[in-house]
């Protein structure tokens, strides 16, 4: 299979953990606490928040893929900082405007500033609702914060851990999953565990570190070709993502639906090369909306606000059924004709085709 057609399945991907993340923030709890659905139907929804984390490991994973080798000079650096600004900063500006006329019913500070630099959730958790607090006015837009600092590291880890034996890159893919594991640090950032010292005192974009390291050594093991290639072994790690997120919502199983979300990834590309589901994850139209994930990502609270304005009194039942509908429509037209022509605008040539499939934390 050609690299194309491995980005397509993974970018792909990216919508099923956006739409896992609204529905998470769209009435999943009232729906859990309610009794009416199945239990296990439930538990997945109330676990849709770690599409976060999926998206982590996937932006560590693809970047890998598409960056490999290339971030040797100065100018390579140049390169990836624009590409990766023109990917994440022109929805996320745009999200930010649209939210402008609602913060502005509240004194706006120059505390406010940080997040329009991608600096809102540097802080340590022990910070966080406290007066030190930065003000986050896309309430989803703490991940892209925290992916910034990813961009940042990312140089430097691809061209450490690139240079390694496949011994040592295999022996940190397996100590940071571990880590996952043993800190529990995909779970929610109020997890008491998390809020524990030390680790409370540690700024937030490191507590989510190890995810990102993860898809960066899954991403160097495929490329070695150290990855199995076996549908087989895809097939049962799927059943068993999917079994964890039905047995329980507890902090508990965060951690291990990250670690098992990585081996989807990283099997993915070299073990659904024929069939049907690869069919689907190919398909444009499947791939056009993982590309407009991010968009649905970050507009949902936007959105939200702009609907709970135009649908109140006897029009608010309305409002609520419209919003998806509205949400997703309005997500394709911002990718259409926003986010990509500002993405080739900035670069000022076509963008690789790899790009599209290069972002998280969505």
């Given at each position: 299979m050609s690299d194309i057609k491995e980005i397509k399945a993974l970018t792909s991907l990216r919508i099923f953990a956006a739409l896992g993340v609204l529905v998470y923030h769209s009435g999943s709890s009232a729906l859990y606490n309610s009794g009416i659905a199945p239990r296990f139907?439930?538990?997945?929804?109330?676990?849709?928040?770690?599409?976060?984390?999926?998206?982590?490991?996937?932006?560590?994973?693809?970047?890998?893929?598409?960056?490999?080798?290339?971030?040797?000079?100065?100018?390579?650096?140049?390169?990836?900082?624009?590409?990766?600004?023109?990917?994440?900063?022109?929805?996320?500006?745009?999200?930010?405007?649209?939210?402008?006329?609602?913060?502005m019913l509240q004194p706006i500070t120059v505390s406010a500033l940080p997040q329009f630099f991608l600096l809102q959730s540097w802080l340590p958790l022990a910070c966080v609702k406290t007066s030190w607090e930065i003000p986050n006015w896309n309430m989803q837009a703490w991940t892209l914060s925290i992916e910034f600092f990813f961009y940042l590291l990312f140089p430097f880890l691809i061209n450490f851990l690139g240079a390694r034996s496949h011994r040592v890159v295999a022996a940190v893919t397996l100590?940071?999953?571990?880590?996952?594991?043993?800190?529990?640090?995909?779970?929610?950032?109020?997890?008491?565990?998390?809020?524990?010292?030390p680790l409370a005192y540690l700024p937030l974009p490191l507590l989510r570190t190890p995810e990102f390291i993860y898809g960066i050594g899954l991403g160097l093991l495929h490329t070695r070709g150290l990855i199995a290639r076996s549908p087989l072994a895809l097939f049962l790690v799927v059943v068993c993502l999917i079994g964890c997120m039905a047995i329980s919502n507890e902090d508990w199983v965060a951690p291990i639906i990250t670690v098992l979300a990585g081996g989807i990834i990283a099997l993915i590309p070299g073990s659904l090369?024929?069939?049907?589901?690869?069919?689907?994850?190919?398909?444009?139209?499947?791939?056009?909306?993982?590309?407009?994930s991010y968009a649905v990502y970050l507009l949902q609270f936007p959105v939200r606000l702009m609907i709970s304005s135009a649908f109140r009194g006897p029009l608010t039942d309305i409002g609520r059924v419209a919003y998806f509908p509205i949400l997703l429509l309005a997500a394709l037209l911002v990718f259409k004709f926003w986010e990509s022509p500002m993405r080739k605008l900035i670069l000022r040539r076509k963008p690789l085709e790899a790009i599209p499939a290069v972002t998280a934390a969505r």
């Open positions: 139907v439930t538990n997945i929804l109330q676990n849709g928040y770690l599409g976060v984390s999926f998206f982590f490991v996937l932006s560590g994973f693809i970047l890998t893929l598409v960056y490999q080798g290339r971030l040797n000079n100065r100018v390579d650096l140049q390169k990836f900082g624009l590409a990766r600004l023109a990917r994440v900063y022109p929805v996320y500006l745009l999200a930010l405007l649209l939210l402008l006329p609602y913060a100590l940071t999953a571990m880590t996952i594991l043993a800190l529990r640090l995909s779970a929610p950032p109020e997890t008491p565990s998390l809020n524990a010292a090369s024929t069939g049907p589901i690869a069919r689907v994850l190919n398909s444009n139209t499947l791939v056009l909306w993982g590309g407009a």
